[in-house]
């Protein structure tokens, strides 16, 4: 049945404008008018600035079980990395879905209508699968029809423990053996309307050499989207120079697996030679600045990326916080910190990352845009909060990108149908509640 929304301000090709009527039929939008003041007949008023859904390009959905827990104490990646094993054996399909099913809820909340899912977490524990193999990407991908969001499920091949070691007894799970076996198996996973299925790498340290063309070819023949783990540590950087002799961005390009399809995740410690292969390849990067700042990580070449040719996307990755307007401020802030120099970004610049170019990184190419024949997913940011009130409408960009947060998101519409309303999410009432039960459930089990 067609809908009609009147947005007071909305974002709608890379400007704000006042007054806009966004018809919705069929579960995308059949027609979009501007400069209209008044509302018509029977719409639904949208106050404050409507933007396009945002991408959330890289998810674990598990970690956000280690919110306020990972923060204790110090330690680098790795030390991180053994309290992030211990939730991951925890977990089994009934309780994945519980979790994610909260962590996207909370997603919607903050504006997010699409998120990639960067699943590694395939079979029961010590590897044994589970009676479906693909039982935990069936929870991920029910966890977000529940929660009401569009899902790209970037099934993850996960083989070795670094540079042809076998898996220690943590990654037992998310281990297929080898990539054929998990070509087979990830093929079986099959698209919904709401859920598109993707590839990864994990990275060069978990992912033989000899293998990566097998998850690159089986992508490119889906036309799919792939991403990696790109050089997020220095440690990964050494250890392929010791193994190949050459950067992770050089032996991946070497494997044919760079590309406009494929987006490199973090990619904080490049060469410039490795940034020339990722801008002219087009492939994408995700910034992931939260995450990265929470482990430690360091701060990525976002602006040099970008000038040599790639686009950029932002995920929330950890879910150390879980706000998209945070990620897009904290890549121009980061690039502040980094170069000592202000206006490397601006917000319109920023909020393609979080809307058209999150959402074709995730294969959704369609998306991202307020125009006729895109998806009826869009999100309403208040512009009378205590963060927000005082600019001028006219520069709502900017106060989104560089003041709002999550807390500001008022509505949010996927596919035509309101998700969130007021602040409060209408089909899982009770966000904190889901999240506090299923965490506590998680993390105090034997």
């Known amino acids: 049945m067609p809908v009609t929304y009147h947005a007071e301000h909305a974002w709608i090709g890379g400007a704000v404008v006042a007054g806009a009527v966004i018809e919705v039929a069929g579960g995308r939008v059949s027609g979009v008018r501007t400069g209209v003041a008044t509302p018509p007949p029977g719409a639904t008023v949208l106050r404050g600035l409507t933007l396009p859904g945002l991408a959330n390009a890289h998810s674990h959905a598990f970690h956000r079980a280690l919110r306020g827990i990972a923060q204790r104490g110090s330690g680098t990646f790795w030390t991180w990395r053994d309290t992030m094993y211990d939730v991951a054996g925890r977990l089994d399909p009934g309780t994945y879905l519980d979790l994610?099913?909260?962590?996207?809820?909370?997603?919607?909340?903050?504006?997010?209508?699409?998120?990639?899912?960067?699943?590694?977490?395939?079979?029961?524990?010590?590897?044994?699968?589970?009676?479906d193999p693909n039982a935990m990407g069936e929870a991920l991908i029910e966890a977000a029809a529940r929660a009401g969001i569009r899902i790209t499920l970037l099934d993850t091949c996960y083989l070795s423990a670094g540079f042809g070691a076998p898996p220690e007894r943590h990654q037992l799970r998310f281990s297929d053996g080898d990539a054929a076996a998990w070509a087979a198996r990830a093929g079986e996973l099959k698209e919904r309307p709401h859920a598109r299925i993707g590839a990864a790498v994990h990275s060069v340290r978990a992912v033989p050499a000899d293998q990566i063309a097998t998850v690159a070819e089986w992508a490119a023949g889906r036309a799919a989207p792939l991403h990696v783990h790109l050089s997020e540590q220095p440690a990964e950087n050494e250890a392929c120079l010791a193994a190949h002799g050459r950067t992770p961005a050089a032996l991946l390009a070497e494997r044919g697996a760079l590309g406009p399809r494929t987006s490199a995740v973090h990619a904080t410690h490049l060469t410039?030679?490795?940034?020339?292969?990722?801008?002219?390849?087009?492939?994408?990067?995700?910034?992931?600045?939260?995450?990265?700042?929470?482990?430690?990580?360091?701060?990525?070449?976002?602006?040099?990326?970008?000038?040599?040719?790639?686009?950029?996307?932002?995920?929330?990755?950890?879910?150390?916080?879980?706000?998209?307007?945070?990620?897009?401020?904290?890549?121009?802030?980061?690039?502040?910190?980094?170069?000592?120099?202000?206006?490397?970004?601006?917000?319109?610049?920023l909020l393609r990352a979080a809307t058209e170019?999150?959402?074709?990184?995730?294969?959704?190419?369609?998306?991202g845009r307020i125009e006729a024949g895109a998806p009826a997913d869009f999100v309403t940011v208040a512009l009378d909060s205590v963060r927000t009130a005082g600019p001028p409408p006219a520069l709502g960009a900017e106060t989104a990108v560089?003041?709002?947060?999550?807390?500001?998101?008022?509505?949010v519409v996927v596919n035509g149908r309101p998700i969130v309303r007021d602040g409060t999410h209408l089909l899982v009432p009770d966000v904190p509640g889901e999240l506090s039960r299923t965490i506590t459930h998680l993390t105090t089990q034997p």
Do not use: K, Q
């Not at 903050?110 to 524990?125: M, N």
């Not at 170019?357 to 998306?367: K, T």
């Not at 560089?402 to 509505?411: E, G, K, L, T, W």
């Open 272 to 349: 410039g030679d490795d940034i020339a292969l990722l801008g002219g390849s087009a492939t994408t990067v995700c910034m992931c600045p939260t995450t990265e700042r929470d482990l430690a990580d360091g701060i990525g070449p976002a602006a040099d990326l970008a000038a040599a040719g790639s686009p950029i996307s932002l995920g929330s990755d950890s879910h150390a916080v879980i706000d998209l307007f945070e990620e897009a401020r904290a890549v121009e802030l980061d690039e502040r910190l980094r170069t000592l120099r202000r206006g490397h970004w601006n917000a319109a610049a």
């Open 100 to 131: 994610a099913t909260a962590v996207y809820a909370e997603m919607a909340l903050a504006g997010i209508t699409c998120v990639g899912e960067f699943h590694y977490l395939h079979h029961g524990p010590g590897g044994t699968p589970y009676a």
């Open 402 to 411: 560089f003041a709002a947060s999550a807390a500001d998101v008022r509505h």
């Open 357 to 367: 170019d999150g959402h074709a990184s995730l294969g959704w190419p369609e998306a």
